[in-house]
Structure formats: structure tokens, C-alpha cells
Nanobody, 116 residues
Framework: QVQLVESGGGLVQPGGSLSVSCAAS????????MGWFRQAPGKQRELVAH???????NYADSVKGRFTISRDNAKNMVYLQMNSLKPEDTAVYYC??????????WGQGTQVTVSS
């Protein structure tokens, strides 16, 4: 079972940048495909990016070219660098295994608000 702690969210103006981090406690972190998800008010949680254990990445169309996911297997950390932020990026951001279901344990998430 993976325990997850997200951090780094905040308030940023449109067009700005923000980075969020996730610490994962599992001995098999390096072989897990990890994802960043987000949930906006009144909407379902959605996957925005994922990264394999070897570093292959994939992005949702809505964030492609603006967000960058990365990981440090030695530190059990996953990161999401977000540039050119838009108001529609406002959400609570979560990390988890790419295959995580809603019934799986999730961290508390970190709030990202894009507003002028």
C-alpha cells in the first residue's frame, strides 16, 4: 500500500508557474508508473500526466506542452512543473499510481488556484 503526501500548491496568476511535489512511501516505488491527477470543484478526478519507472512520460491534451512530470527514484519523489497556468487548471492536485482507483488510498492533495 502506497502512502502519499503532496505539497507545493498555492495561488498563482494566469500565465504563471508552480511546482508541486509528492512523497511516496513504498519499497517498490521505482517500478511503479506514477501519475498526477486533479479534481476541480464539481468535477471528477482526472489524470493529467504519468511517468513510468524508467522515465517515459505521457500527458493529457489539456496540459501538453505546459506541464512536465518528473521523478527521483532515489528519493521516492514525483514532481509536476506547471507553466503557463490557466484558470481552468484550478483544482486539488493528487499523485498516485497510474492504475489507482477511487477506492484506493489517496493523499490529502494540494490546492492549486489560478486567479488574478
Amino acid at each position: 500500500q502506497v502512502q502519499l503526501v503532496e505539497s507545493g500548491g498555492g495561488l498563482v496568476q494566469p500565465g504563471g508557474s508552480l511546482s508541486v511535489s509528492c512523497a511516496a512511501s513504498t519499497r517498490i516505488f521505482s517500478i511503479l508508473t506514477m501519475g498526477w491527477f486533479r479534481q476541480a470543484p464539481g468535477k471528477q478526478r482526472e489524470l493529467v500526466a504519468h511517468i513510468t519507472g524508467s522515465g517515459v512520460t505521457n500527458y493529457a491534451d489539456s496540459v501538453k506542452g505546459r506541464f512536465t512530470i518528473s521523478r527521483d527514484n532515489a528519493k521516492n519523489m514525483v514532481y509536476l512543473q506547471m507553466n503557463s497556468l490557466k484558470p481552468e487548471d484550478t483544482a486539488v492536485y493528487y499523485c498516485n499510481k497510474r492504475s489507482a482507483k477511487e477506492s484506493d488510498p489517496w493523499g490529502q492533495g494540494t490546492q492549486v488556484t489560478v486567479s488574478s
